[in-house]
């Protein structure tokens, strides 16, 4: 077997073997195992954002201000809410279109030349700070009781975020590998001045791209603020990093042109299933008391962890694309 086929056999393996050992990690701590729909309830929310970002990636671009966005929306949904006496619908409704708005702007900065990764590094700080002074740094409560419950709701025993990716999923499926737009980012992230000369509309599908991303953000924050019961103002904090992660650690490649729905899930369920595993480990007592494993087993720990594996994916995919390009000249 030459070296380049070994690395690709790795490459399409580790992941599926990264996620084998996540729900082993998991089910070995876990009593029962219908309680894990429980424990997945909140990666509903980032497996919706990380969909929204593996189509940005695809064209070689990124969102850095998707936690921000959620932050902004949720506020902008407790402030209509709470202190304007919208009805939560209304509220709901608004904090959506905050979502879109935010996502357009930042599809705006990207069509006027600036770099992706600036331009939302910008807005990044820009909806955090408008989240925080509308807010006067306080968390918004106060809720009525049933967008708590809608917040925890299910569908047929499934929580409702969970459903909610299936819809997701299935939409941006058929979007991203079923469609003219789809396979325009293919092309953008592959060779994006080859796109520009084959007639592809550039500007309009990176435009259309952020404000659906801002869209899947907002929407996001109705369920993330009902889920917490608050408008919180560092609530998007981390979300991002989250997303990225899900998105490379399946495999897309951080630079463009590579990638899918499906694998963009397949890490999804080793970031949640590897998160939730090491706290349930962390928790793990020590046989003396009032010790644990969680002096090893703590956030900063799992982040480490999290770390090096998205250096090692991203790496190794990388030399993957480039021994490609090498064997094709």
């Known amino acids: 077997m030459s070296r380049e086929r070994a690395r690709r056999l790795v490459a399409n393996l580790f992941p599926w073997i990264l996620f084998a050992l996540a729900v082993a990690l998991v089910f070995s701590r876990l009593p029962n195992a219908r309680s894990i729909l429980s424990l997945w309830r909140p990666w509903g929310e980032i497996g919706i954002l990380a969909l929204g970002m593996t189509a940005v990636l695809l064209t070689g671009g990124i969102d850095l201000s998707v936690g921000s966005i959620v932050t902004l929306s949720g506020m902008t949904l407790g402030l209509l809410n709470q202190r304007a ?14 979502g879109t708005l935010a996502g357009a702007i930042n599809g705006l900065l990207v069509t006027m030349g600036i770099v992706p990764l600036l331009a939302t590094l910008a807005t990044m700080a820009l909806y955090a700070g408008l989240a925080m002074a509308l807010s006067e740094g306080e968390r918004i409560a106060g ?26 999923c299935v939409v941006l499926g058929l979007l991203i590998h079923g469609t003219r737009f789809g396979r325009a980012l293919f092309v ?42 608050a408008a919180v103002p560092d609530a998007g904090l981390g979300l991002e990093l989250q997303t990225i992660a899900c998105v490379v650690l399946g495999g897309t490649r951080v630079t463009g042109g590579s990638g899918s729905v499906g694998r963009t899930l397949l890490g999804l369920g080793v970031l949640a299933n ?3 595993g090491l706290r349930l480990w962390g928790n793990q007592s020590l046989g003396i008391p009032g010790t644990s494993m969680s002096f090893v087993l703590n956030a900063n720990a799992r982040l480490i962890l999290v770390g090096v594996l998205l250096i090692f994916v991203a790496t190794l995919n990388e030399r993957l694309a480039l021994n490609t390009r090498e064997s094709n000249r």
């Open 85 to 98: 006496g919208w009805p939560l619908v209304a509220s709901a409704i608004a904090a959506v279109v905050t």
């Open 143 to 168: 809720f009525p009781e049933e967008f708590g419950q809608f917040g925890q709701s299910t569908i047929a025993g499934i929580p409702s975020q969970l459903g909610l990716l299936c819809v997701a």
């Open 188 to 229: 953008i992230g592959d060779n994006r001045r080859g796109a520009e000369f084959a007639a592809v509309p550039v500007r309009k599908v990176e435009a259309g791209l952020y404000a659906l991303n801002g869209f899947l953000a907002g929407l996001v924050a109705v369920w993330f603020t009902a889920r917490r019961g």
């Open 274 to 276: 590897l998160e939730i």
